[in-house]
């Protein structure tokens, strides 16, 4: 059975800081797909990266960036310069192959204080 | 282009009236999902389909029964609510292909008194 574990329920940061969230997953499958969302308190849900388990680069885009270490099964979020519009439930999920459903974690609950 | 669209998006059911969430795409997508969203657990699956008039049980699929009898349309049904299916419920929608996300509806928030 596939796991996502986000350890952090909840952070709070002040404007700036920078902010790491984490995400831990568990699989037996060879080939898989990992994702983050974002969900602000408007209630959608954003895509914000995918990665499959073959490509293993590090990615950035803008203040984000990603981090996938398959040795340690993490791929964990860094938010660069915190923003307020930065304050979200992020959630990590993971998906498989076949019937590409998503298994979520619990989330992390950001808050950015101005 | 609506992408995926969920009616009703709130509803007040009381304990044991029956009731029946839309979820609609035009994105041509093959696969469709209901999740369900719980403070504090993330979403969980409840059902699935792959394609017009294939369905499958998720995780948590007790309580609910589904259709797909065309291939834009997922129906989630209640027949007799309960309290414990008080929550936020989301469709999501994605294409066969493994390396692509999958796009949501904008959720219906569901209460069971």
């Known amino acids: 059975a596939q796991k996502v574990t986000q350890a952090q329920t909840e952070i709070s940061v002040v404007e700036k800081e920078d902010v790491t969230l984490d995400c831990v997953y568990e699989?037996?499958?060879?080939?898989?797909?990992l994702f983050w969302y974002k969900q602000p308190p408007s209630g959608e849900l954003v895509f914000l990266i995918r990665?499959?388990?073959?490509?293993?680069q590090n990615e950035i885009s803008g203040r984000y960036s990603w981090n996938f270490q398959k040795s340690t099964s993490s791929f964990n979020f860094t938010i660069t310069a915190s923003q307020v519009v930065d304050s979200a439930v992020y959630f990590c999920?993971?998906?498989?192959?076949?019937?590409?459903?998503?298994?979520f974690g619990s989330g992390t609950r950001l808050q950015v204080q101005p | 282009n609506a992408g995926v669209t969920q009616t009703p998006k709130f509803r007040v059911l009381k304990t044991g009236q029956s009731m029946t969430l839309l979820c609609a795409q035009d994105?041509?997508?093959?696969?469709m999902y209901w999740y369900r969203q719980d403070p504090g657990m993330g979403l969980r699956l409840i059902h699935y389909?792959?394609?017009?008039?294939?369905?499958a049980k998720g995780e948590v699929p007790d309580g609910y029964n589904v259709s797909r009898l065309k291939k834009q349309n997922f129906l989630l049904g209640l027949e007799s609510a309960a309290p414990s299916q008080t929550s936020v419920y989301f469709c999501?929608?994605?294409?066969?292909?493994?390396?692509?996300?999958?796009?949501f509806g904008q959720g219906t928030r569901l209460t069971v008194v």
């Open positions: 699989t037996r499958d060879t080939t898989y797909y």
């Open positions: 999501a929608t994605t294409v066969a292909e493994p390396n692509t996300e999958a796009f």
């Open positions: 389909s792959v394609g017009e008039g294939t369905t």
């Open positions: 999920a993971l998906s498989d192959t076949g019937r590409r459903a998503l298994t």
């Open positions: 994105m041509n997508h093959e696969y």
């Open positions: 990665r499959n388990s073959f490509d293993e």
